[in-house]
């Protein structure tokens, strides 16, 4: 049984459009965390002998931000503004306004202590959002995954960066 392309759920011009809009949102997290380099001030904190390249952060940024992206748009398409996905997708707008106010807070005012009690918060309202997108949607659920990884690896980063510059 062969399915017309014009069938297909990523076909359509809403969801295409849905889609777009997501990432969009995505990159305005991300464009707020370009508004706050590392500078001069994060070059000369000492960091543990395990802190990534600077060059690694900017390639893993937009691989999460794309998947995180993706996964809110699954929700999106599957349950539009149902109930049950306008908890889920109000979820993922908290942490994504948080992720975007770490860069704030880190490099920014440069806060370390503070910024790492932001990112605890971030790290919580992540897993919620996972637990919700996963009801929802498991490929959504399981597309978050790397990103709290990742937020999990930048919580210890911070952390011990905080300590061996307190």
Excluded: H
């Excluded at 305005?28 to 380099?37: E, H, K, M, Q, R």
């Excluded at 910024?115 to 897993?127: M, N, P, R, S, T």
């Amino acid at each position: 049984m062969m399915v017309e392309a014009s069938a297909l759920p990523w076909t359509s011009k809403r969801s295409v459009l849905g889609l777009l809009g997501w990432l969009a949102l995505c990159l305005a997290a991300a464009l707020v965390g370009s508004w706050f380099p590392p500078g001069a001030w994060y070059a000369q904190l000492d960091k543990p002998t395990w802190t990534p390249p600077a060059a690694m952060f900017g390639p893993v940024w937009t691989i999460l931000y794309f998947l995180m992206g993706v996964a809110a748009w699954l929700v999106w398409r599957q349950d539009g503004f149902s109930a049950e996905a306008t908890i889920a997708l109000s979820l993922f707008l908290v942490q994504l306004a948080l992720n975007a106010f770490w860069s704030i807070i880190f490099f920014g005012w440069q806060e370390p202590g503070l910024a790492f009690v932001e990112l605890v918060v971030l790290w919580g309202a992540i897993v919620l959002t996972l637990i919700f997108f996963w009801r929802r949607n498991a490929l959504a659920g399981l597309l978050l995954v790397p990103y709290l990884a990742w937020v999990t690896f930048a919580g210890v980063l911070n952390f011990a960066i905080w300590q061996l510059n307190a």
